[in-house]
């Protein structure tokens, strides 16, 4: 029997404000002599939303700003009522889903750990057990007497977590709320949800903007677009759709707003990504050796040009950089139209989306006096790849010689 049921859920919420005190006043009239109201319109923030969810599965829910994945995990949370559906959990919920969320701001630390407990039906005898563990993930010991209403967010968030993954709920749901604690604190985190996912194989629901986590953790991805399931499958086939999504929209920024800096001095006229044939391609094969072939408009004397081509994946995490080589450096350019090109050797990206960037700057230490990115979507397709490769993550695939010593 599924641990989670989640039938027809549709969460309606009023949208905006009545626009007027007139308005509010002729409602209130309206209103004592029986005529109709002028209701404030409805949207729909969950619009029949159906799925089932088994123990031990690890549920990524992923979606663009507004989805409606806040609104979703509220619902399994039991924070909000729907609209119309049914939600049904069997088995108790530590949820992480606002900063503060389960924390009462009044009470110190240490009391909200036992509060939280007592809310989860655990004996005292075994919070008291968990005490030293929970202030120690934390990082919070100088504090865990203090009133949380004087904790800064990610000190809260701290305390938050901990309680939440110490209590041995059945279903841990996480929000983006991790995002506020500091880099170090995320990746313990991380850590402890991939411990409790793959050693104790609890429920886990995450909502989360970082998809390359969702990929890592979940063995199952829910995509919400406009407060319905658009897909419901395995990660991998849910974030390449979001991926593609993201793709799109950020093309569309592009050819709206270029990401392009320029200056009077240098303009790019073409950039164009060609296969190891020559073809201009968006698709090349893993391990081969593409080409960028670029042109730019030198306005002014540079005295020291270098062209630097950058690779960084569609949700603009840069992965690498390598500046021009050849003659061209410490060579002035004068005004003029030049071509050049760019051979990647041996490119060993993993399969996947990659974009290009290109800049140029004046040598060392100075500002670019052009810079654009996403200038150019390419993909590496994963035919050619071997099967000591295939079990490579990451964006680089590593050469790796294993031996016994
Ligand atoms: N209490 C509320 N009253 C009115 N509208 C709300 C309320 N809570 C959420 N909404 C609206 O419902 C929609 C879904 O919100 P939700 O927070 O679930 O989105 P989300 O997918 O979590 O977005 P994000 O990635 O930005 O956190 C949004 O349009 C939001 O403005």
Redesign the pocket.
Known sequence: MAIIEVNHLT?E???GHLTSLKETALNALRRVTFQPVHEREL?K??DDVNFHIDEGEVVGII????????????HLANISTPTKGKVIVRGSVAPLIEVGAGVNPELTGRENIYLNGAILGIPKKVIQQKLDEIIDFSELEQFIDTPVKRYSSGMTVKLGFSIATSMEADILIV??VLAVGDLAFQRKCFDRMEYMIKRQGKTVLI?S?NIRQIERLCNRVLL?NN?KISIDSDSKTACDEFYRQNDNRILENITNSSRAQKTDEIDLLEFKFYNEKGEETEKIEYLSSPSINFKVAVHKKIELPVFIIGIHTTDLLYIATQKSDIEIKNQPLLPGIYQYRCQLLNLQLLPGPYCLRFSVDRGQFTTNIYYGENLLRFNVLSKEISNSDSSAEGFFSINTKWEQI
């Open positions: 969460k919420y009023q949208l949207f923030a969950l979606g663009h700003n507004g989805a409606g994945k806040s609104t979703l995990l509220k929000d983006e909502v903007h919400l407060g």
